[in-house]
Protein backbone atom coordinates (compact mmCIF):
# COMPACT_ATOMS: atom_id res chain seq x y z
CA UNK A 1 0.00 0.00 0.00
CA UNK A 2 1.58 3.51 -0.58
CA UNK A 3 0.70 4.87 2.60
CA UNK A 4 3.13 2.55 4.19
CA UNK A 5 6.80 3.38 5.69
CA UNK A 6 9.20 5.14 2.74
CA UNK A 7 12.67 4.17 3.05
CA UNK A 8 15.78 5.38 1.42
CA UNK A 9 18.49 3.18 0.27
CA UNK A 10 21.13 5.57 1.62
CA UNK A 11 19.46 5.57 5.33
CA UNK A 12 19.65 1.51 5.35
CA UNK A 13 22.40 0.29 3.18
CA UNK A 14 22.78 -3.13 3.94
CA UNK A 15 19.06 -3.48 3.77
CA UNK A 16 18.69 -2.46 0.42
CA UNK A 17 21.77 -4.14 -0.28
CA UNK A 18 20.59 -7.82 0.96
CA UNK A 19 16.85 -6.84 -0.75
CA UNK A 20 18.95 -6.40 -4.32
CA UNK A 21 20.55 -9.88 -3.14
CA UNK A 22 17.71 -12.05 -2.29
CA UNK A 23 14.44 -13.35 -2.87
CA UNK A 24 13.23 -13.38 1.09
CA UNK A 25 15.25 -11.87 3.84
CA UNK A 26 14.25 -14.07 6.75
CA UNK A 27 15.58 -12.41 9.77
CA UNK A 28 15.05 -14.53 12.96
CA UNK A 29 16.55 -11.51 15.21
CA UNK A 30 15.87 -9.05 13.20
CA UNK A 31 17.54 -6.82 16.26
CA UNK A 32 20.92 -8.35 15.78
CA UNK A 33 21.02 -9.44 12.31
CA UNK A 34 23.25 -7.69 10.23
CA UNK A 35 20.85 -7.18 7.19
CA UNK A 36 18.21 -5.76 9.16
CA UNK A 37 19.79 -4.56 12.25
CA UNK A 38 19.75 -0.93 11.24
CA UNK A 39 16.07 -0.61 11.75
CA UNK A 40 16.71 -1.44 15.01
CA UNK A 41 16.81 2.08 17.18
CA UNK A 42 13.76 3.71 15.13
CA UNK A 43 11.68 0.90 14.30
CA UNK A 44 12.14 -2.49 15.53
CA UNK A 45 13.01 -1.99 19.43
CA UNK A 46 10.31 0.79 19.62
CA UNK A 47 7.69 -1.11 18.10
CA UNK A 48 9.00 -4.26 19.73
CA UNK A 49 9.34 -5.86 16.10
CA UNK A 50 11.72 -9.03 17.01
CA UNK A 51 11.78 -11.23 14.12
CA UNK A 52 11.33 -9.62 9.87
CA UNK A 53 10.11 -11.95 6.70
CA UNK A 54 10.50 -8.93 3.92
CA UNK A 55 10.46 -10.19 0.37
CA UNK A 56 11.09 -7.60 -2.58
CA UNK A 57 8.66 -6.33 -5.34
CA UNK A 58 10.35 -5.39 -8.58
CA UNK A 59 8.94 -3.46 -11.44
CA UNK A 60 11.15 -3.78 -14.44
CA UNK A 61 14.00 -5.37 -12.76
CA UNK A 62 13.99 -2.17 -10.67
CA UNK A 63 12.93 -2.70 -6.63
CA UNK A 64 10.20 -0.42 -5.98
CA UNK A 65 9.10 -2.19 -2.46
CA UNK A 66 8.39 -4.79 0.26
CA UNK A 67 5.92 -6.98 1.49
CA UNK A 68 6.90 -7.26 5.08
CA UNK A 69 5.93 -9.10 7.74
CA UNK A 70 6.76 -9.11 11.14
CA UNK A 71 6.57 -10.47 14.62
CA UNK A 72 6.32 -8.89 17.68
CA UNK A 73 7.31 -10.47 20.90
CA UNK A 74 10.07 -13.17 21.05
CA UNK A 75 12.23 -14.26 18.09
CA UNK A 76 10.77 -16.60 15.76
CA UNK A 77 12.56 -18.89 13.15
CA UNK A 78 10.62 -18.52 9.71
CA UNK A 79 9.77 -21.69 8.21
CA UNK A 80 10.61 -22.68 4.50
CA UNK A 81 7.26 -22.85 3.98
CA UNK A 82 6.75 -19.79 5.04
CA UNK A 83 9.93 -17.94 3.40
CA UNK A 84 8.74 -19.98 -0.18
CA UNK A 85 4.94 -18.43 0.78
CA UNK A 86 6.08 -14.88 1.15
CA UNK A 87 8.57 -14.74 -2.02
CA UNK A 88 5.64 -16.22 -3.84
CA UNK A 89 3.37 -13.56 -2.73
CA UNK A 90 6.59 -10.35 -3.64
CA UNK A 91 6.46 -12.60 -6.88
CA UNK A 92 2.99 -12.15 -7.51
CA UNK A 93 2.83 -8.24 -6.13
CA UNK A 94 5.73 -7.76 -9.35
CA UNK A 95 3.98 -9.73 -11.47
CA UNK A 96 0.41 -7.70 -10.98
CA UNK A 97 2.05 -3.94 -10.92
CA UNK A 98 4.40 -4.96 -13.91
CA UNK A 99 0.70 -5.84 -16.08
CA UNK A 100 -0.31 -2.82 -14.74
CA UNK A 101 2.29 -0.77 -15.71
CA UNK A 102 2.36 -2.31 -19.44
CA UNK A 103 -1.70 -1.88 -19.29
CA UNK A 104 -0.89 1.66 -18.28
CA UNK A 105 1.97 2.24 -21.30
CA UNK A 106 -0.15 0.52 -24.21
CA UNK A 107 -3.12 3.12 -23.07
CA UNK A 108 -1.00 5.61 -23.68
CA UNK A 109 0.25 4.43 -26.93
CA UNK A 110 -2.98 3.89 -28.42
CA UNK A 111 -3.91 7.31 -27.29
CA UNK A 112 -1.18 8.95 -28.76
CA UNK A 113 -1.65 6.92 -31.58
CA UNK A 114 -4.56 8.34 -31.58
CA UNK A 115 -3.73 12.33 -31.26
CA UNK A 116 -0.94 11.45 -34.27
CA UNK A 117 -4.02 10.12 -36.45
CA UNK A 118 -6.08 13.41 -35.75
CA UNK A 119 -2.94 15.49 -36.49
CA UNK A 120 -2.60 13.35 -39.78
CA UNK A 121 -6.46 14.27 -40.44
CA UNK A 122 -5.81 18.02 -39.48
CA UNK A 123 -3.10 18.49 -41.74
CA UNK A 124 -5.29 16.72 -44.61
CA UNK A 125 -7.77 18.92 -44.16
CA UNK A 126 -5.78 22.21 -43.85
CA UNK A 127 -3.72 20.91 -47.38
CA UNK A 128 -6.71 20.42 -48.70
CA UNK A 129 -8.63 23.98 -47.87
CA UNK A 130 -5.29 25.76 -48.92
CA UNK A 131 -5.24 24.26 -52.65
CA UNK A 132 -9.49 25.03 -52.73
CA UNK A 133 -8.40 28.38 -51.21
CA UNK A 134 -5.59 28.95 -53.99
CA UNK A 135 -7.92 27.75 -56.42
CA UNK A 136 -10.44 29.64 -55.95
CA UNK A 137 -8.86 32.68 -55.47
CA UNK A 138 -6.92 32.72 -59.09
CA UNK A 139 -11.03 32.30 -60.46
CA UNK A 140 -12.26 35.52 -58.69
CA UNK A 141 -9.14 37.40 -59.45
CA UNK A 142 -9.95 36.74 -62.92
CA UNK A 143 -14.28 37.39 -62.30
CA UNK A 144 -13.13 40.37 -60.30
CA UNK A 145 -10.40 41.73 -63.08
CA UNK A 146 -13.02 41.33 -65.93
CA UNK A 147 -15.31 43.04 -63.80
CA UNK A 148 -13.24 46.19 -63.14
CA UNK A 149 -12.60 46.11 -66.82
CA UNK A 150 -16.40 45.92 -67.85
CA UNK A 151 -17.44 48.82 -65.04
CA UNK A 152 -14.27 51.22 -66.57
CA UNK A 153 -16.16 50.71 -69.95
CA UNK A 154 -19.82 50.93 -69.22
CA UNK A 155 -22.16 54.00 -68.91
CA UNK A 156 -25.67 52.19 -68.69
CA UNK A 157 -27.04 52.63 -65.27
CA UNK A 158 -28.73 49.30 -65.41
CA UNK A 159 -25.89 47.34 -66.72
CA UNK A 160 -23.63 49.27 -64.50
CA UNK A 161 -25.62 47.92 -61.18
CA UNK A 162 -25.40 44.59 -62.49
CA UNK A 163 -21.88 44.42 -62.93
CA UNK A 164 -21.37 46.28 -59.56
CA UNK A 165 -23.52 43.23 -57.86
CA UNK A 166 -21.26 40.84 -59.28
CA UNK A 167 -18.21 42.70 -58.35
CA UNK A 168 -19.81 42.61 -54.65
CA UNK A 169 -20.02 39.08 -54.92
CA UNK A 170 -16.60 38.54 -56.22
CA UNK A 171 -15.31 40.40 -53.55
CA UNK A 172 -17.64 39.07 -51.53
CA UNK A 173 -15.75 35.74 -52.06
CA UNK A 174 -12.62 36.92 -51.69
CA UNK A 175 -13.01 37.54 -48.24
CA UNK A 176 -14.03 34.16 -47.84
CA UNK A 177 -11.33 32.65 -49.75
CA UNK A 178 -8.58 34.73 -47.10
CA UNK A 179 -10.45 33.02 -43.95
CA UNK A 180 -10.38 29.41 -45.65
CA UNK A 181 -6.06 30.40 -46.70
CA UNK A 182 -6.57 31.79 -42.91
CA UNK A 183 -8.10 28.30 -41.75
Not at 48 to 59: E, F, K, Y
Not at 93 to 118: H, I, K, N, W
Request: proline fraction near 3%.
Amino acid sequence: HTSGAELLAKDYPAYFQALEASRVIAAHDAQTDPRTSEYAPGNLIPLGIASMLDVPIRLGGRLIGTVCHEHIGAARIWSADEQTFAGSIGDLVSLAMEVDERRRTEQALREAEEQFRQAQKMEAVGRLAGGLAHDLNNLLTAILGYADLLLARTRGARLRDDLLEIKKAGDRAAGLTRQLLAF
